[in-house]
């Protein structure tokens, strides 16, 4: 069974650009959540999605924004890309069950720097 | 408020021997899930165990066990007999969102563990 696929894995944008970042989930989980994670804040919650809407959001601007397919894929998009937007964006799927007993696993990541 | 404190940034064990990361958490929701990754220096973050917070027994996967204390509100991750390759930064995650419906997973600043031979 496949994991969770990222891409790209690496990254260099120049700050004012905008970045799309890409997350296949495993094959049948339906929820994909998105983290940043920096050395200064560690692992913050971006957004979680399942069946295409999205169920929660973290504290980040608008400028953050994803979405998710009818194919379970999700996309995480950055507008007007900051020097602080420079982080390890990781995506996690699971079956995605109401609940809170929802293993999520994760992918490698993608490493984002702006420039 | 901070919802999942990890208090040791650092932690060294001697290999073979057990070592114990700490995690207490802070949440209103009457359900929710525990849960400990560890994220070795490729990045990725893999699951090794979970804890509900109706389970009785304390979780355990191979080495590793969960020692949870609902009333203190701590979910320490035990490894037994670590080994060099357990060198890595581990994570506490707690998922709630009974109350709101809005269910998310947050995580701790996390614990790196130094396997010395």
């Known amino acids: 069974k496949a994991g969770v696929t990222q891409t790209p894995r690496y990254l260099i944008k120049t700050r004012g650009q905008q970045v799309t970042l890409s997350c296949s989930p495993i094959?049948?989980?339906?929820?994909v959540s998105w983290y940043q994670q920096t050395p200064g804040q560690g692992l913050q919650f971006l957004f979680e999605?399942?069946?295409?809407?999205?169920?929660n959001k973290g504290n980040f601007p608008g400028r953050f924004s994803g979405r998710q397919f009818s194919n379970s894929r999700s996309e995480m998009n950055v507008s007007t890309l900051e020097l602080g937007d420079s982080a390890l964006y990781l995506c996690?799927?699971?079956?995605?069950?109401?609940?809170?007993?929802?293993?999520?696993?994760f992918g490698q990541g993608t490493r984002l720097t702006v420039v | 408020a901070q919802k999942i404190t990890q208090t040791q940034p650092g932690m060294f064990v001697q290999e073979k021997e057990a070592v114990t990361l700490d995690c207490t958490y802070d949440?209103?929701?009457?359900?929710?899930?525990l849960f400990w990754y560890k994220q070795p220096s490729s990045g990725e973050m893999i699951f090794l165990i979970y804890?509900?917070?109706?389970?009785?027994q304390n979780a355990t996967e191979g080495r590793y066990s969960l020692n949870f204390q609902k009333a203190r509100k701590s979910a320490n991750l035990v490894i037994s007999a670590s080994q060099l390759g357990d060198s890595a930064m581990y994570f506490c995650?707690?998922?709630?969102?009974?109350?709101?419906?809005?269910?998310?997973?947050?995580f701790g600043a996390g614990t790196r563990l130094f396997v010395k031979a």
């Open positions: 996690a799927s699971s079956l995605g069950r109401q609940g809170v007993n929802t293993e999520a696993f």
């Open positions: 094959s049948g989980h339906r929820s």
């Open positions: 999605y399942f069946s295409e809407t999205q169920r």
């Open positions: 949440t209103s929701d009457p359900s929710y899930g």
């Open positions: 804890q509900g917070s109706y389970d009785q």
């Open positions: 995650a707690m998922r709630e969102g009974v109350v709101t419906g809005g269910f998310k997973t947050i």
